[in-house]
């Protein structure tokens, strides 16, 4: 179980961790309606932390040369191409971002992809991704040497120098997140820059996005802060923005790091309805060891019968 913290915001799991009076959980709200591509986050992440370079690969997919995320990639842009009848979409005043700066444009400005004369016209999805920071997070549940570990802050993070590589972590992990360097064999991924938190600092990715696309901060408030965002872009036509891992009632109780997304998970290569892979790890235990206690007492009762 997960307790909630003394404000009645998300799930907190920090107390069950063993932190007394731990601070504010933190987290990531990416608001992909502003993201541009520019790969500033994959560039400062990958410079901080010293992600190793995966190639300059050049996959066929648009301009998205990173193609997920891995071990040495703790970031990636996704590049999604969509054509269709966009119509022609105009707003009054528009929605603006955390530091008041307009987004989408000047009032009047056709949204993203829009077409003038209703014709089918091209719409760019952009999208950083990135670890999820789960509340339930199953590669916590399966790591046998206690690498992974949950920080004061209620982000997830993997320390190497004990990882024995067995990839439980990997496939633990409901978004694919987790992975196993080739050349040590270990998992690696995103740690929200757990060394930048620990001295007051905010995550690379986010201090190098030039949008505000990437937001770091305290989860209740950027999920207040996603509700406004949401809202204001539905108000001005954008039915179609939704949030994604906001939800604490979803199969891994609420996201760490959640998104607002213009299109359906799938669009972006999330999973649409997540859940923790170790839900029912506490039954399989109990089932197998009524299982081992129903064997043992079978091979009793056949070595008994077997002298008399």
Request: charged share 20%; aromatic share 8%.
């Amino acid at each position: 179980m997960v307790s909630r913290n003394s404000l009645s915001g998300p799930l907190d799991p920090t107390p069950d961790a063993g932190y007394v009076d731990p601070p504010a959980r933190k987290g990531f709200f990416t608001d992909t309606s502003v993201c541009i591509g520019c790969k500033a986050c994959e560039v400062a992440c990958k410079e901080w932390n010293e992600v190793p370079s995966d190639g300059l690969n050049l996959l066929g997919l648009s301009f998205d040369n990173t193609g997920s995320l891995g071990a040495d990639s703790w970031r990636h842009v996704a590049f999604i191409e969509q054509s269709r009848p966009v119509g022609a979409q105009s707003f009054e005043g528009p929605p603006t971002g955390p530091s008041g700066t307009s987004f989408l444009g000047m009032p009047g400005t056709a949204l993203p992809g829009a077409s003038q004369d209703g014709r089918t016209d091209l719409r760019w999805l952009m999208a950083s991704d990135v670890c999820k920071h789960c509340t339930h997070a199953a590669c916590l549940d399966v790591c046998p040497t206690g690498s992974l570990f949950r920080t004061e802050f209620g982000t997830v993070v993997v320390q190497e120098d004990i990882c024995n590589g067995c990839g439980y972590c990997v496939s633990a992990c409901p978004y694919g997140v987790i992975d196993r360097r080739e050349t040590d064999g270990r998992a690696w991924k995103c740690t929200l820059c757990y060394d930048r938190l620990k001295g007051d600092a905010e995550p690379a990715c986010a201090k190098a996005c030039p949008t505000d696309s990437i937001q770091f901060g305290d989860l209740d408030e950027l999920r207040e802060r996603a509700d406004r965002r949401v809202a204001a872009l539905q108000g001005a036509g954008v039915t179609e923005a939704r949030l994604y891992g906001h939800d604490e009632s979803d199969g891994v109780g609420g996201d760490g790091a959640f998104f607002l997304l213009l299109d359906e998970p799938e669009v972006y290569g999330l999973p649409p309805d997540p859940v923790v892979t170790t839900k029912d790890l506490p039954d399989m235990w109990r089932h197998a060891g009524l299982a081992a206690l129903a064997m043992a007492a079978g091979v009793v009762a056949a070595f008994a019968g077997a002298r008399r």
